[in-house]
């Protein structure tokens, strides 16, 4: 049971380049969120997923595009990567309140 | 959406002592309230949480405190140990699953 998952776990990018940031829980939760950690300003959540099928932007979605790709996967895509950009991204996932972390993607745009 | 306001920001305790962590919500409709602990370049860990219906909830050294009427909940950690030094989060929900993080508090304990 490895929970939530994330891959990769490094990466760093130049201006204007596109990326797809995997997660996946084997956890059989319904929900699934996208969050960035930056200095100073908590988690703030990108993008959200209540179920397969369905997705819904959060506090910060500009510059971010998201699949729901079954009940197990949620991938995260940069289509056109800036600086701003920079930061460490986290996946969750829930099937009530409680929501279980992956291990973070620590992302660097030059 | 909600809004959550977390203080102090840092907080420097000596071992043995205790820890209290300060936060405020907007949403009236919020009704869970996390605590998240993350130890340097680790994932954020639930340590303990509060639903609207309750006013305290205690687990071993740490507890946690809800006043609903001032919107307002607070984080308890007594007997202070080097372990906890590590940043603390809390968080609200809002509409439904979702939720609204306050910008962490970084908790040093002192030997």
């Known amino acids: 049971n490895a929970g939530v998952t994330q891959t990769p776990k490094f990466q760093v990018l130049k201006t204007g380049q596109s990326m797809t940031l995997q997660c996946a829980q084997d956890m059989n939760h319904n929900s699934m969120y996208w969050y960035r950690q930056d200095p100073g300003m908590g988690l703030r959540l990108i993008y959200y997923s209540a179920s397969e099928g369905t997705t819904d932007k959060g506090e910060v979605p500009n510059g971010y595009n998201v699949s729901r790709l079954n009940k197990r996967e949620f991938s995260l895509r940069l289509e056109s990567a800036a600086p701003s950009q920079t930061s460490v991204y986290f996946c969750?996932?829930?099937?009530?309140?409680?929501?279980?972390f992956g291990p973070g993607t620590r992302l660097t745009v030059l | 959406g909600e809004n959550v306001e977390q203080h102090p920001s840092t907080l420097s305790v000596q071992e043995g002592d205790s820890a209290v962590i300060k936060c405020t919500y907007s949403d009236s409709a919020s009704n869970y309230f996390p605590w998240y602990k993350q130890e340097l370049g680790k994932r954020p860990q639930l340590i303990i949480d509060?639903?609207?219906?309750?006013g305290e909830k205690k687990d071993q050294r740490i507890a946690v405190t809800l006043n609903k009427t001032a919107k307002h909940f607070s984080l308890h950690i007594t007997e202070t140990q080097p372990e906890d030094s590590a940043v603390y989060f809390c968080?609200?929900?809002?509409?439904?699953?979702?939720?609204?993080f306050g910008a962490g508090t970084t908790v040093t304990v002192r030997a």
């Open positions: 968080a609200a929900t809002f509409n439904d699953y979702k939720l609204s």
């Open positions: 509060i639903r609207s219906n309750v």
């Open positions: 969750a996932s829930s099937s009530s309140n409680e929501q279980f």
